[in-house]
């Protein structure tokens, strides 16, 4: 029977806010009708991604490692990560996907999204170690109609902040302040006036401030949370799929 993994902890809500979004996007008109779901969060395994990519940290991978031998066990089938900087080729090189299960990349997905419906410029927004380490500008080498757009120094660490801050970050508080969300909005809007169609909120914690949001104005919100849930259904049980 197919079931899905979810490797979470990374920070713990992105890890609830995919699993909610798998339930958001599965036909289901009783309980039984969902797809079982397993979600390992162990933050205290898993160091911080930006920390390793950007400072040779702590590295998360045996951390991320022991999660999917976990899933696999417990019964998933198909595998996901809810972290962008997860997905770095730093990281990912040394994780061995367990046997009998399919690792379903968000960025890889989130890339043919973007194929798949016409876009051609396209902003990012994400931690220091996502932009800086150029994750998704590797994705984008095989798509090459599609153009990534990032925003200014400043606007990098002002997201940054968003993100880690201690006293009104969206990992300290699990949360979204009114200083939080007109940041956002405003590297969002910076990216629009350079001619982004679309902005990808490229890590996790980011769509959480803008729940039940598609757009901001006129800019589209790529949301790679909501695309691996969809994927990740899928691969498990396609048929149930909004």
Known sequence: MSAIG???GVGPLAGTDLAQKVFKNTK???????IDLYLVSCPSMIPDRTEYVLFNGENPAPGIQKA??????CGA????????????????????????TVFVNMIDRCCRFLHENGYKEVGLLGTLGTLRSGIYADYFKNYPELELILPSEETQEAV????????YGIKALSAVGERVYNTISAAIRELSSVGCQAVILGCTELPLVFENQDSLDKTALIDPTKILARELIKETAPEKLI
């Open 77 to 100: 089938t198909a595998i996901g990560i809810s972290c962008n900087t997860a997905h770095s080729p730093k990281i990912l090189s040394q994780v061995k996907v367990p046997e009998k």
């Open 68 to 73: 999917m031998e976990t899933l696999a066990a």
């Open 28 to 34: 289901a008109n009783k309980d039984q009708d969902h």
């Open 6 to 8: 979810i490797v979470g």
């Open 160 to 167: 940054q902040d968003c993100i880690y801050n201690k006293e």
